[in-house]
């Protein structure tokens, strides 16, 4: 076994919990923008410009991912979680205060470079804290702290709109949540400096850019980051357009397919957890996509809110396994020291989703397609992305560690 000195051997250590607690917080700053396409509209923003913003933040997030991943390590990481934390809470209140096109681009700018500064350093230190025998487990659980705020936060920020006026207030009232993630950082940045110092050299080096062409051409890593990017810029598609798809469909509360499919996708993670080690990751993966674009699909063919509800529970299900099998699986294929480099890779093509998706949605919508169409079409991206992850069934095979 490849393990690293002091390699962690239970999962639920003050290190891990930590991390999962600020990634939650760092979740609720995304979560809360699930209308912010309607926001756009209320300001009279056009709908191209609207996509183009929608996109803004994480195309900020995508093009820094990948000079700051290398840079990172767990001796600097807690203190650019520090920087992070202080940057997304200046963009959240400036919102308030951006009139116009031009001052909504800065501050979706200085979000995505706040949010990617922030997750890229939890993942640089995470990576140490995860044992490989229990990776899907591990991210599982991690997963479920970055998922409880879509449960949580759309239907409180439905609840606080009236009081708040609109969106950009309810994003200035979540600045201060970020307050509390501070205390976290004293004790996590001495341990982590504690493990630091016995680690081998290699292990905190920085990778060489010959280390990442060779890491981009070994098996199975180019194969994985593809089919990251499709899933995420498919389910970023329903994350920015179900509240208007349900709204145009006559629901009365649109939050409530958040609630749903995030309630499913944790249960999955908490009952099932065992089982994402004990399966082949990639065959679990190729079973359960071509399901999710199932479920794309018919959320454009339908015509009640209610059928939408319905789907959103099997949505969640699919989300369940498939988001911590695709990081597990490019953490058991990298070396330790690429791991961080890698995970951070799988979020360079996350950021990817997120900015394509907006951009796809809104220029079909632009052209005239319904959501009938939109979601039809973007469905065809995790069959693809199932198609990729059955390619790589021998490989997670070698590389799954047996169950401990």
Same mark, same amino acid.
């Given at each position: 076994?490849?393990? =690293?000195?002091?390699?962690?051997?239970?999962?639920?250590?003050?290190? +891990?919990?930590?991390?999962?607690?600020?990634?939650?917080?760092?979740?609720?700053?995304? =979560?809360? +923008?699930?209308? +912010?396409?309607?926001?756009?509209?209320?300001?009279?923003?056009?709908?191209?410009?609207?996509?183009?913003?929608?996109?803004?933040?994480?195309?900020?997030?995508? *093009?820094?991912?990948?000079?700051?991943?290398?840079?990172?390590?767990?001796?600097?990481? @807690?203190?650019?979680?520090?920087?992070?934390?202080?940057? @997304?809470?200046?963009?959240?209140?400036? #919102?308030?205060?951006?009139?116009?096109?031009?001052?909504? @681009?800065? @501050?979706?700018?200085?979000?995505?470079?706040?949010?990617?500064?922030?997750?890229?350093?939890?993942?640089?230190?995470?990576?140490? #804290?995860?044992?490989?025998?229990? =990776?899907?487990?591990?991210?599982?659980?991690?997963?479920?702290?970055?998922?409880?705020?879509?449960?949580l936060m759309p239907p409180l920020v439905e609840s606080?709109?009236?009081?708040?006026?609109?969106?950009?207030?309810?994003?200035?009232?979540?600045?201060?949540?970020?307050?509390?993630? +501070?205390?976290?950082?004293?004790?996590?940045?001495?341990?982590?400096?504690?493990?630091?110092?016995?680690?081998?050299?290699?292990?905190? =080096?920085?990778?060489?850019?010959?280390?990442?062409?060779?890491?981009?051409?070994?098996?199975?890593?180019?194969?994985?980051?593809? *089919?990251?990017?499709?899933?995420?810029?498919?389910?970023?598609?329903?994350?920015?357009?179900?509240?208007?798809?349900?709204?145009?469909?006559?629901?009365?509360?649109?939050?409530?397919?958040?609630?749903?499919?995030?309630?499913?996708?944790?249960?999955?993670?908490?009952?099932?957890?065992?089982?994402?080690?004990?399966v082949n990751r990639a065959a679990m993966l190729a079973?359960?996509?071509?399901?999710?674009?199932?479920?794309?699909?018919?959320?454009?063919?339908?015509?009640?809110?209610?059928?939408?509800?319905?789907?959103?529970?099997?949505?969640?299900?699919?989300?369940?396994?498939?988001?911590p099998q695709l990081n597990a699986a490019m953490f058991?294929?990298?070396?330790?020291?690429?791991?961080?480099?890698?995970?951070?890779?799988?979020?360079?093509?996350?950021?990817?989703?997120?900015?394509?998706?907006?951009?796809?949605?809104?220029?079909?919508?632009?052209?005239?397609?319904?959501?009938?169409?939109?979601?039809?079409?973007?469905?065809?991206?995790?069959?693809?992305?199932?198609?990729?992850?059955?390619?790589?069934?021998?490989?997670?095979?070698?590389?799954?560690?047996?169950?401990?």
């Amino acid at each position: 076994m490849d393990a =690293s000195p002091r390699q962690p051997d239970r999962l639920l250590s003050f290190e +891990f919990v930590a991390l999962s607690a600020i990634s939650f917080l760092a979740f609720c700053n995304l =979560s809360i +923008f699930y209308g +912010f396409n309607a926001y756009l509209e209320r300001q009279g923003i056009d709908p191209a410009w609207r996509g183009a913003l929608l996109a803004l933040e994480p195309a900020a997030a995508f *093009a820094l991912r990948p000079i700051i991943g290398p840079l990172l390590n767990l001796g600097n990481g @807690v203190r650019v979680m520090g920087l992070g934390l202080a940057t @997304v809470m200046a963009a959240l209140a400036g #919102y308030s205060f951006a009139e116009g096109l031009g001052a909504l @681009v800065l @501050v979706r700018v200085l979000h995505g470079v706040g949010f990617v500064l922030l997750v890229s350093a939890v993942i640089s230190v995470l990576v140490h #804290y995860v044992p490989k025998e229990r =990776s899907g487990q591990g991210f599982g659980v991690f997963s479920i702290m970055t998922l409880l705020p879509y449960a949580l936060m759309p239907p409180l920020v439905e609840s606080l709109l009236p009081g708040a006026g609109d969106e950009a207030g309810v994003y200035l009232l979540a600045a201060p949540l970020f307050l509390p993630a +501070f205390l976290l950082l004293v004790p996590l940045g001495r341990r982590a400096r504690a493990l630091a110092a016995v680690l081998p050299r290699r292990s905190m =080096s920085r990778p060489s850019l010959g280390e990442i062409r060779a890491d981009l051409r070994s098996p199975g890593v180019a194969r994985l980051l593809l *089919a990251n990017l499709f899933v995420f810029t498919a389910t970023t598609v329903v994350f920015f357009h179900m509240k208007d798809h349900l709204a145009g469909l006559g629901s009365a509360n649109p939050g409530l397919f958040f609630s749903i499919f995030t309630a499913a996708t944790i249960l999955v993670r908490v009952a099932c957890g065992p089982l994402l080690d004990r399966v082949n990751r990639a065959a679990m993966l190729a079973v359960v996509l071509p399901i999710l674009g199932l479920c794309l699909y018919l959320f454009g063919a339908a015509t009640e809110p209610a059928w939408v509800m319905a789907l959103a529970g099997l949505y969640g299900v699919c989300l369940g396994f498939i988001m911590p099998q695709l990081n597990a699986a490019m953490f058991v294929i990298s070396p330790p020291h690429l791991r961080g480099l890698n995970t951070n890779l799988m979020l360079f093509t996350m950021d990817g989703g997120y900015w394509l998706g907006p951009l796809l949605a809104g220029f079909l919508s632009a052209g005239g397609m319904g959501y009938a169409g939109i979601f039809g079409l973007i469905g065809t991206l995790p069959l693809v992305a199932g198609v990729v992850a059955l390619s790589m069934a021998r490989l997670t095979r070698k590389a799954q560690p047996a169950p401990a």
